[in-house]
C-alpha cells in the first residue's frame, strides 16, 4: 500500500462528462496514492459510475494499489477504441465523420442509427467489474444514478442492487443508447437527474466532508458567443442544474440551521456538512463538448495529469484550513 495512513474520511460524488471522466481518474489516483483520505460513500453519474466501480473493484483486489491499477486499466480500455462514435457505429472516426454522425442524431434514433446494439461501455464493465462481488463486499456505500426516462425522476442503485444494467443505465446517451430497461422502467443517463447526486451522501453516509469531483466549471467567465458555444452551454447546464440545486437547498438548509438551536442529530449533521469542490476550472476551456467523446490515450492521460494537480492543491487547501 503506498502513501500515510489515512488521516480523515470523505464521501466522493463524481460527475459524468464522457471522456472528460478521466479528469477523475488523475483525482482518484492523487488521493489514492497519498492515502491521506478513507471514502465512506461514493456518489457517481455516467462515467463517474465507471470510475466508481473501478475504484471498488481494484479496492477489493489489492486495496489503494488495486484501485489504482484498476482506473489506468479500465481507461486503458476506453483508449482501446478509436472513439465513442467508433464504438456506436463501427466506422473510423475522423474528425469529419464524428461531426455527420452527431448531426445525424437529430434526425434518427438510437435504434435506427446503431441497429446491432453496440455499446462499449457493456463489453468494458463486464470485463472488468465483478459486480455480484461489489454488492456483497464493496468497502464504500454506493450510489449509481440514472434518469427515469416517463418522469425525469432520479434512481439511486446502491450496494443492494447495482448491476451491469444500472451502470448502462447511467451512461445511457439517449442521442446514442437505446433505453436500458430495469424492473419494468426505461433509463436514460443519470445526469440529466442527478450529476453526480449529493442527497445520499447526505443522509445515508456518515462522513462530514463531501468532496464534489467536477468536470466542468460550475461557472463561465465568458458567456457563449457562437452557435456552437452556445450549443455546449446548453448542454452543460442539461447537466449540471440539478447538482447546483441540491446544493443551494443544502446551503440555505444550513443557513437556517444555525440560527436555531437545540438541534436534533439530524439537524447537527446537515450543519456539519463541508462540500468541497475538486474540478479543472478553466483548463478545459479550450476543449469542445465533442471531446467527451474523444478516447485517444494521450488525450486521456492528459486529462488524468490534469485531474492529479487538482487534488494536490484541493489537498494543500484542505491541509491548510
Given at each position: 500500500?503506498?502513501?500515510?495512513?489515512?488521516?480523515?474520511?470523505?464521501?466522493?460524488?463524481?460527475?459524468?462528462?464522457?471522456?472528460?471522466?478521466?479528469?477523475?481518474w488523475g483525482v482518484l489516483d492523487y488521493l489514492l496514492e497519498q492515502g491521506s483520505f478513507d471514502f465512506d460513500g461514493?456518489?457517481?453519474?455516467?462515467?463517474?459510475?465507471?470510475?466508481?466501480?473501478?475504484?471498488?473493484?481494484?479496492?477489493?483486489?489489492?486495496?489503494?494499489?488495486?484501485?489504482?491499477?484498476?482506473?489506468?486499466?479500465?481507461?486503458?480500455?476506453?483508449?482501446?477504441?478509436?472513439?465513442?462514435?467508433?464504438?456506436?457505429?463501427?466506422?473510423?472516426?475522423?474528425?469529419?465523420?464524428?461531426?455527420?454522425?452527431?448531426?445525424?442524431?437529430?434526425?434518427?434514433?438510437?435504434?435506427?442509427?446503431?441497429?446491432?446494439?453496440?455499446?462499449?461501455?457493456?463489453?468494458?464493465?463486464?470485463?472488468?467489474?465483478?459486480?455480484?462481488?461489489?454488492?456483497?463486499?464493496?468497502?464504500?456505500?454506493?450510489?449509481?444514478?440514472?434518469?427515469?426516462?416517463?418522469?425525469?425522476?432520479?434512481?439511486?442503485?446502491?450496494?443492494?442492487?447495482?448491476?451491469?444494467?444500472?451502470?448502462?443505465?447511467?451512461?445511457?446517451?439517449?442521442?446514442?443508447?437505446?433505453?436500458?430497461?430495469?424492473?419494468?422502467?426505461?433509463?436514460?443517463?443519470?445526469?440529466?437527474?442527478?450529476?453526480?447526486?449529493?442527497?445520499?451522501?447526505?443522509?445515508?453516509?456518515?462522513?462530514?466532508?463531501?468532496?464534489?469531483?467536477?468536470?466542468?466549471?460550475?461557472?463561465?467567465?465568458?458567456?457563449?458567443?457562437?452557435?456552437?458555444?452556445?450549443?455546449?452551454?446548453?448542454?452543460?447546464?442539461?447537466?449540471?442544474?440539478t447538482f447546483i440545486r441540491e446544493l443551494e437547498t443544502l446551503q440555505t438548509a444550513q443557513s437556517m440551521l444555525a440560527?436555531?438551536?437545540?438541534?436534533?442529530?439530524?439537524?447537527?449533521?446537515?450543519?456539519?456538512?463541508?462540500?468541497?469542490?475538486?474540478?479543472?476550472?478553466?483548463?478545459?476551456?479550450?476543449?469542445?463538448?465533442?471531446?467527451?467523446?474523444?478516447?485517444?490515450?494521450?488525450?486521456?492521460?492528459?486529462?488524468?495529469?490534469?485531474?492529479?494537480?487538482?487534488?494536490?492543491?484541493?489537498?494543500?487547501?484542505?491541509?491548510?484550513?
Open positions: 500500500m503506498t502513501g500515510k495512513p489515512a488521516e480523515s474520511k470523505i464521501s466522493l460524488a463524481l460527475q459524468g462528462g464522457g471522456a472528460h471522466g478521466a479528469f477523475t461514493i456518489s457517481a453519474t455516467s462515467s463517474g459510475a465507471m470510475n466508481a466501480c473501478a475504484l471498488t473493484q481494484g479496492w477489493l483486489d489489492g486495496e489503494r494499489d488495486g484501485a489504482r491499477a484498476m482506473l489506468s486499466k479500465l481507461w486503458e480500455s476506453v483508449a482501446a477504441q478509436a472513439s465513442l462514435m467508433r464504438w456506436a457505429f463501427a466506422t473510423p472516426a475522423g474528425a469529419a465523420t464524428e461531426r455527420i454522425l452527431l448531426g445525424l442524431t437529430r434526425y434518427f434514433t438510437p435504434q435506427e442509427m446503431n441497429p446491432l446494439g453496440i455499446n462499449p461501455v457493456k463489453n468494458i464493465a463486464s470485463a472488468l467489474f465483478d459486480f455480484d462481488r461489489i454488492r456483497a463486499n464493496s468497502p464504500f456505500k454506493l450510489f449509481v444514478a440514472a434518469t427515469r426516462v416517463r418522469d425525469g425522476r432520479l434512481r439511486l442503485f446502491d450496494n443492494t442492487n447495482l448491476d451491469l444494467d444500472s451502470v448502462l443505465a447511467s451512461t445511457c446517451l439517449p442521442q446514442l443508447f437505446a433505453p436500458v430497461e430495469i424492473d419494468g422502467e426505461m433509463y436514460w443517463d443519470g445526469g440529466y437527474a442527478g450529476n453526480p447526486a449529493i442527497e445520499p451522501l447526505v443522509y445515508r453516509c456518515d462522513a462530514e466532508t463531501i468532496a464534489c469531483v467536477l468536470v466542468q466549471p460550475i461557472e463561465r467567465a465568458q458567456a457563449p458567443a457562437t452557435a456552437r458555444e452556445i450549443g455546449e452551454r446548453i448542454t452543460e447546464l442539461s447537466f449540471s442544474t440560527k436555531n438551536f437545540p438541534l436534533t442529530p439530524l439537524g447537527q449533521r446537515l450543519r456539519k456538512i463541508d462540500i468541497q469542490m475538486i474540478e479543472p476550472g478553466e483548463s478545459l476551456d479550450h476543449y469542445s463538448a465533442k471531446t467527451r467523446l474523444t478516447a485517444r490515450i494521450d488525450f486521456l492521460r492528459d486529462l488524468r495529469d490534469l485531474g492529479r494537480d487538482c487534488a494536490q492543491a484541493w489537498c494543500e487547501r484542505v491541509k491548510r484550513s
